[in-house]
C-alpha cells in the first residue's frame, strides 16, 4: 500500500505543467501625422511607449505588425524591451494569420488599423464590440484561445 502510495505521488508530481492559454493582444496603431505612410506623432510614440510597459510581462513570444512606419513604430518599443524581431503580415491576408495564430500556442501581439483590426478580432473567433473610430487608438484587445471558444478582454491604452 505505502509504494502504490508514492508511486502515485512520483506520477502526480511527473506530470507536465499546463501552460496558460495563448493571448492573442491586437491593437491598432498609435496617434501618427499626416501623410502617405506618416510616422507616429509625439503622443504616438508615448502611446507606443505605455504600450511596451503594460505588455512587458504579458508572456509575448512573437510581434506581427503590417508594414507601414506607423504600425512597425507602436511595436518597436514592446520588440526592444523584448528583444523581438517585428514580423510582417499583409492585412489583406489577415484571415490566414489569424489562422494560424488560433492553431498555435504562443502569446502574441498582432498590430494592424481601425479598418482591419476588428475583422482580426473577429476572425479569431471573438465579438470586436462597435467599430474602431477613425481618432480612437486607445483600443487593446486581448483575445484568450480557450479550446472551445475564444474569450475576449478590452482594454485601454493610456
Known sequence: MRQLL??????????PVLAEEPVIYVVRHAEKLAGDDPELSEQGR????????????AGIERIFSTDTKRTRATAAPLAEKLGLEIELYDHRRQHELAARLRAGSETVL?????????????????????????????????????????????????
Open 110 to 158: 498582432v498590430v494592424g488599423h481601425s479598418n482591419t483590426i476588428d475583422t482580426f478580432v473577429k476572425a479569431l473567433g471573438a465579438d470586436p464590440g462597435p467599430p474602431v473610430g477613425d481618432d480612437e487608438y486607445d483600443r487593446l484587445y486581448a483575445v484568450r484561445l480557450a479550446p472551445l471558444a475564444a474569450e475576449l478582454e478590452r482594454y485601454a491604452v493610456e
Open 6 to 15: 508514492l508511486g502515485l505521488l512520483v506520477a502526480l508530481f511527473a506530470l
Open 46 to 57: 508615448w502611446r507606443a511607449a505605455r504600450l511596451a510597459d503594460r505588455l512587458a510581462d
